[in-house]
């Protein structure tokens, strides 16, 4: 090997040879005042004849300018700073080649013959051969023409000869390939010949590249696509092409290519992205057709990045037969401070002609507005409000849950807390829309203020053991609430104020905890209500009138309790099969609760009024108001519970020292009754037992069940106050049942170039304040979720069961299935079922099958409901590519038919 740190002058006359280096050797190349001694140049004579005759011409250089020197020197150099400072180069440049490099002296140029290499800052060059002309600044890179069996390569074209190292340009991030580069270091200006390069995934090629600057370039005959296939499955031609590194590319006559076959009619012009995020522009349509409205062109409008903080779009959509669509977007955003959206939308849907019979025309339109703001740390404001006709969903949207639903929440709140005493207060609104009823119901405001625990008693100075009075606490919540109910065009209003006052101590006593506990609340309202007899109705019976009364009224309640609870262990230590021990742990509560009745007239909470049959009826005055009334009858219960866990650890394996004990949860077992003084008959509550328990990470079981301790009357089709175990029929009999089991499996994921690609790109995401999402501006039909191909299979399985026995001899059963479902075919087809089946009804609810085909750079996906309300397909082939997302074919039939 030579590595070459030769000095040399460039007011020499002669030239240098030195061949046959068997590998590549970086090569600083200094100028220097001093120049070799007579002695070497007359040694050196025979070598630069010898170099004349390779073959190098004056008309193989270029015209580019550059500068190819050094800042770093040897020990032969005198003064290289001002070297530098003539002929403008400010870092060293390296150079190697693999056969030979020759320097002409006397013509101020070097030649490198032989997998050849040239590095200047961050620009770095490989060719088979390198041409560099100080005189002109300029470096011209060629490969050679190579024929097999034959060991001499030749710069021409001759038959059954093959092109061999072709230069590769390096700047940055950018590569550059060609068939010839002419290039300058100092300008970054240069040539490119059958060239080709690529961007963020897109790939641009053409006859010529000329660079003009840093970031700007002109294509002659250039194609641009997102295949990486040679040749591409499509692609976009165009004779004259601009293109800005990492922004844009800019052609005029556009003609797009499938297969290598044209479309017919070209696009007077084109801008295509680079990269991705948030720029502005149009946003191309789509074009389909609808079994309903006919073929329709959708998605068209502009996006406006205004800039790194707020957007905005318009779009709108036409259909053949007269239907058409406008819908807009707003975002904003300031990092750390308040983030929100603001959306609209208009539909004007025509099925038929006026003329037809069963025509029809409906207008949908939709407002919403979300909005997120943190004002200081302890005062912060959500928002999310949405407004919309009552057929919007189901006339614009495919998404099943969307079509499905049928309430619309809007909700808005300010809170504001205070860290030093742990208070709060919030200011809210909310609204509940019915799209089926249009029935609306409103709270505004909702203003609600809650003091934290306080504990009156307790000694600040005290660090000791605390005395039982010291751990009474008492909390308070004050609520104002303003309710509006419109029901068939009838606006309803009620208001009120609710004050609940909680206070309770929980010493201990040894292995127990006792804690009495009070509740008191006050109601007030400003109306009330007031019912009669009215005489017979005109269908028989009592006509019962119920008008409101405005009255300032308060309502009063209160109620008192005491528990106890405690806790104990067992533990099993086995030591076999690699199990520890088993632990069981056991929680047995009990608690006693007392509310009076305040349905008595001493309370004044109830009216009455005598019915045709003399009968004195008792009824709520307040049933109607915000917080509701009193609850009739004494309350006087004492309730039990236990709850049982047990759980498994797991020794560690002495052989491995990474190896570490693990917990596992084995079932959580509870039980609870009650027994109510109070009551007349039937004093005992059902029995409840509810369970939970896990077989590893696939499987989860749950269930609950309860029981009563009496008989069942036929006759009045009621439990009566008679005990099962008397009758003869047992100690319990069940009244319901319900048990579910819910697994997911998934296959492991495949590694994937694309999917590495798409993790890389998510790792490397900017900060920009404002991202794109990914289609966010798309139309809900475009908004499905695409196939993961790296996951061979994933499914995941929901089993619920339910029987309800309120009367022993009827019962009520529900059984269903869901499932989803999705697995690869091969390589390329992936099929996804998802819906359930209803095993009492013996049917399949909400079907759906979807079937999606990799086409390379492209990706195919069938949609398909089978049955129900809502049948129909869609079919949708588009681009991978998230720039030219909106290059797509949507074919769609009778997607709702139940409309």
């Given at each position: 090997m030579i590595f070459l740190c030769s000095v040399y002058s460039l007011a020499e006359t002669r030239g240098y040879y030195f061949s046959h280096s068997p590998s590549v050797s970086l090569v600083p190349l200094v100028p220097a005042e001093r120049s070799f001694g007579e002695a070497e140049r007359s040694s050196d004579e025979a070598d630069s004849t010898e170099s004349d005759d390779r073959g190098l011409t004056d008309d193989q250089s270029r015209d580019f300018s550059d500068t190819l020197n050094s800042t770093k020197q040897d020990s032969l150099s005198t003064d290289s700073s001002a070297a530098q400072k003539s002929t403008g180069v400010d870092s060293v440049i390296y150079a190697s080649s693999k056969d030979s490099l020759i320097f002409f002296v006397d013509q101020k140029k070097m030649n490198l013959y032989g997998s050849s290499e040239i590095k200047y800052k961050d620009t770095d060059l490989k060719s088979e051969n390198i041409k560099v002309d100080f005189n002109t600044n300029s470096v011209e890179a060629t490969g050679v023409y190579h024929q097999r069996g034959n060991k001499t390569d030749t710069t021409k074209e001759v038959p059954n000869t093959k092109l061999i190292g072709t230069p590769v340009l390096k700047e940055g991030t950018e590569t550059y390939t060609g068939t010839r580069i002419n290039y300058n270091f100092k300008t970054t200006q240069g040539y490119i010949t059958s060239a080709g390069t690529s961007s963020e995934g897109a790939y641009y090629t053409g006859e010529k590249i000329k660079k003009v600057d840093q970031k700007t370039y002109f294509i002659e005959d250039g194609i641009y696509t997102t295949c990486d296939h040679t040749p591409p499955d499509y692609y976009f031609y165009s004779p004259k092409m601009k293109v800005i590194q990492n922004n844009q590319i800019i052609a005029r006559w556009i003609w797009l290519y499938f297969g290598g076959v044209p479309f017919p009619v070209p696009l007077?012009?084109?801008?295509?992205p680079l990269q991705t995020g948030r720029r502005s522009g149009i946003i191309a349509p789509v074009f389909g057709y609808d079994g309903r409205y006919g073929n329709y062109l959708s998605h068209f409008g502009y996006f406006w990045a205004i800039n790194d903080y707020m957007d905005w779009n318009v779009t709108g959509d036409y259909y053949t037969r007269g239907s058409i669509a406008l819908a807009s977007r707003f975002r904003y955003v300031k990092r750390y401070?308040?983030?929100g959206d603001v959306e609209a939308g208009y539909k004007l849907f025509k099925l038929g002609q006026s003329t037809d019979p069963g025509a029809s025309e409906s207008r949908e339109w939709r407002l919403s507005w979300s909005h997120h703001q943190n004002i200081t740390p302890t005062l912060r404001f959500d928002a999310n409000l949405q407004f919309l006709s009552s057929n919007y969903f189901q006339r614009t949207s495919i998404d099943l849950s969307q079509v499905l639903q049928n309430t619309i929440i809007s909700s808005a709140s300010l809170f504001k807390s205070w860290d030093e005493s742990g208070n709060s207060m919030s200011i809210n609104y909310f609204?509940?829309?019915?799209?089926?009823?249009?029935e609306i119901n409103e709270t505004l405001p909702n203003i609600t203020f809650n003091k934290a625990q306080?504990?009156?008693?307790?000694?600040?100075?005290?660090?000791?053991?605390?005395?039982?009075?010291?751990?009474?606490?008492?909390?308070?919540?004050?609520?104002?609430?303003?309710?509006?109910?419109?029901?068939?065009?009838?606006?309803?209003?009620r208001a009120g104020v609710l004050h609940t006052i909680t206070g309770g101590l929980s010493p201990k006593f040894g292995h127990f905890s006792i804690s009495p506990n009070f509740n008191y609340q006050e109601k007030w309202y400003n109306k009330r209500i007031e019912e009669y007899y009215a005489g017979p109705s005109f269908y028989g019976g009592d006509s019962i009138v119920t008008r409101d009364v405005n009255q300032i009224n308060f309502v009063?309640?209160?109620?008192?309790?005491v528990s106890a609870s405690t806790r104990f262990y067992g533990i099993f230590s086995p030591h076999i099969f690699g199990i520890a021990a088993i632990r069981h742990t056991v929680n047995p509560a009990i608690s006693y609760n007392y509310q009076p009745d305040f349905s008595q007239p001493y309370w004044g909470y109830y009216g009455r009024f005598v019915d045709s049959k003399g009968n004195v009826v008792k009824y709520d005055k307040f049933s109607r108001e915000v917080y509701g009334g009193v609850s009739a009858g004494q309350q006087q219960s004492i309730s039990f519970s236990l709850g049982n866990i047990f759980e498994m650890k797991t020794e560690v394996d002495p052989t491995d020292t990474t190896s570490k004990e693990k917990k596992i949860q084995l079932l959580n077992l509870n039980a609870g009754l009650s027994y109510n003084f109070a009551a007349d008959s039937l004093k005992f509550s059902d029995i409840?037992?509810?369970?939970?328990?896990?077989?590893?990470?696939?499987?989860?079981?749950?269930?609950?069940?309860s029981f009563s301790l009496y008989d069942f009357d036929q006759r009045i089709k009621s439990p009566v106050n008679r005990f099962l175990i008397n009758e003869g029929k047992g100690l319990v009999r069940m009244t319901n049942f319900s048990f579910s089991l819910s697994t997911s499996l998934s296959g492991e994921r495949l590694s994937s170039s694309d999917n590495k690609t798409k993790t890389d790109s998510a790792s490397q995401k900017g900060e920009f304040e404002l991202v794109q999402e990914s289609n966010a501006y798309s139309r809900g039909i475009y908004n499905n979720a695409e196939a993961d191909f790296s996951i061979p299979w994933d499914i995941s399985l929901n089993y619920n069961y339910n029987i309800s026995k309120y009367n022993p001899i009827e019962s009520f059963k529900s059984s269903n299935l869901s499932a989803n479902l999705n697995f690869n075919l091969t390589k390329n087809w992936k099929v996804s079922v998802t819906g359930s089946y209803d095993f009492m009804m013996k049917e399949f609810v909400a079907p759906q099958i979807r079937i999606s085909r990799d086409l390379h750079c492209w990706i195919m996906n069938f949609t398909w409901n089978p049955v129900g309300l809502y049948s129909g397909y869609m079919l949708e082939i588009k681009v991978k590519a998230p720039q030219l997302s909106d290059l797509k074919i949507t074919k769609r039939d009778q997607f709702f038919n139940g409309r």
């Open positions: 007077p012009f084109a801008v295509f401070d308040y983030s609204r509940r829309q019915v799209l089926q009823t249009g306080t504990y009156p008693f307790q000694n600040p100075l005290n660090s000791g053991e605390q005395k039982w009075y010291e751990l009474f606490g008492y909390s308070y919540s004050g609520q104002f609430q303003n309710q509006r109910t419109k029901i068939n065009g009838v606006l309803n209003s009063r309640t209160f109620n008192l309790g409840n037992l509810s369970y939970w328990t896990q077989v590893g990470k696939l499987l989860n079981i749950s269930g609950s069940s």
